[in-house]
């Protein structure tokens, strides 16, 4: 019996690794797929074996001014949209994290709740309002209806990082003769900085890769996504359109991977504490 369950003990970490490396794959084949397109020779057609490897799919994405037009405008949809939601995640957080009253829960529910709908439903919510508020499809719609959800990822990390923060600091703070600035100043910005800073990342990216939400508020301005996707429908295009997502998720992995480390320094900062 002991032997069993021995032999037992040593092949679940095989079948946990080998589980691990499927579940990698199978997110990650996808992403190769694109990369191994994005080097073809055929400007038309999906054919494997590839008739041959080139890179000028490379050099002529970067002469395109319509996609970087259409960076640029993500950067600034997803800069602005990260300050908003760095500003209301983190007041409400603090709202919620820090204040007793009634409704407070369906307060921290409605604030996560964008997150959790489906895209399009948000997208349509949106749409649906601005419409009855008269409002033109611009710019700042992109933004408003990115910082919904943008709120969500700032709030989750910050409530997260206040929760672990001993009240205790906040009342010696306050013993000390430190008003209510000099106690978020001193005490409660370094506490949630790299929260802040994991939140904003993720924001970023998250804006930036936003395509259903932005096609209900973007009128006729075109987001990258949005671009990728109008490229997608002319076939001359596939190789383009190809290294352009190779680009985007490498960018993209950079904000991600930051985040994740942050993440995890803090974790474990936590744990060493604890």
Known sequence: MRLSRTRESRRAPGLLIAASIGA???????????????????????????????LKWFGEALTRTSMWDAIWLSVRV????TLIALVLG??????????????????????????????????????SAMSVADLPFSYWTIV??????????????????LRRTSGSLLEASMDLGANSFQTFRYVVMPSIATALLAGGMLSFALSFDEV????????????????ILTQLNRPHERPLTNVVAVLVVVLMAIPILLANRLSQQEAGGSTTAG
């Open 90 to 127: 983190t007041l409400a957080a603090l709202a919620v994290n820090n204040s007793r009253f009634f409704g407070r829960e369906v307060v921290s529910f409605l604030v996560v709740l964008p997150i959790a709908l489906p895209g399009i439903v948000t997208g349509i919510a949106l749409r």
């Open 144 to 161: 408003v209806g990115h910082a919904t959800f943008c709120i969500v990822t700032v709030y989750n990390n910050v409530i997260a990082r």
């Open 24 to 54: 990698v794959l199978f997110m990650n084949l996808p992403f190769l797929v694109v990369v191994l397109y994005a080097l073809t020779t055929d400007e038309q057609t999906y054919s494997f074996p590839l008739p041959g490897l080139t």
């Open 78 to 81: 997803g800069l602005v949209a």
């Open 212 to 227: 259903i939400v932005t096609t209900f508020t973007a009128g006729h301005q075109e987001t990258l996504p949005i671009w």
